[in-house]
Antibody
Framework: QVQLVQSGAEVKKPGASVKVSCKTS????????ISWVRQAPGQGLEWMGW????????NYTQKFQGRVTMTTDTSTNTAFMELRSLRSDDTAIYYC??????????WGQGTLVTVSS | DIQMTQSPSSVSASVGDRVTITCRAS??????LAWYQQKPGKAPQVLIY???KLQSGVPSRFSGSGSGTDFTLTISSLQPEDFATYYC?????????FGQGTRLEIK
């Protein structure tokens, strides 16, 4: 079955960077995109951006432009999201999701990133 | 960016009730709308996509309708496992945007 398995929780200091991985299985990786969505504690869902797995083209929401980089490794069917210059308000659960024409399914289990001094 | 506004923000209902959640887009999005269910501590799961298409494995008591700017998610007869938070999401154009969520609570 289709699965997306994310890397484990991270604790980072303000100003640091974090790189979250999303290993996929059970489908043809290059036929879909991957969207990244985050959820701050007790808050709603916030879409961060998208990457096309076949050629690596990206679309980032303006809020994260310049701070985020999304990449893929087609040899391991894995997507990555790196967020730089972390602030306390970046504390959130970060999700990857297979993106089929905007339908996000399935989702990874989520990665908690805590930013604290 | 397209703004998605859900109402109500929260609703209390009983098992067996019919519940409707609405979602309004700030501009027309054709039928590019999906609905997600999220339970505490879990990742969201898609229920409905393309406004009215039921995701495989989702019970038929869930249904979606609408077009343009106004959309609804209906649960025909609430079951105990349906108490969760629901989000609408537009897939018409980047950036993808979500509604603020509707929390469905047990009365």
């Amino acid at each position: 079955q289709v699965q997306l398995v994310q890397s484990g929780a991270e604790v980072k200091k303000p100003g640091a960077s974090v790189k979250v991985s999303c290993k996929t299985s059970g489908y043809s990786f290059t036929n879909y995109g991957i969207s990244w969505v985050r959820q701050a504690p007790g808050q709603g869902l916030e879409w961060m951006g998208w990457i096309g797995a076949s050629i690596g083209n990206t679309n980032y929401t303006q809020k994260f432009q310049g701070r985020v980089t999304m990449t893929t490794d087609t040899s391991t069917n894995t997507a990555f999201m790196e967020l730089r210059s972390l602030r306390s308000d970046d504390t959130a659960i970060y999700y990857c999701a297979r993106d089929h024409n905007g339908r996000l399914d399935p989702w990874g289990q989520g990665t908690l990133v805590t930013v604290s001094s | 960016d397209i703004q998605m506004t859900q109402s109500p923000s929260s609703v209390s209902a009983s098992v067996g009730d019919r519940v409707t959640i609405t979602c309004r887009a700030s501009q027309g999005i054709s039928s590019w709308l999906a609905w997600y269910q999220q339970k505490p501590g879990k990742a969201p799961q898609v229920l409905i996509y393309a406004t009215s298409k039921l995701q495989s494995g989702v019970p038929s008591r869930f249904s979606g309708s609408g077009s343009g700017t106004d959309f609804t998610l209906t649960i025909s007869s609430l079951q105990p496992e349906d108490f969760a938070t629901y989000y609408c999401q537009q897939a018409y154009s980047f950036p993808i945007t979500f509604g603020q969520g509707t929390r469905l609570e047990i009365k």
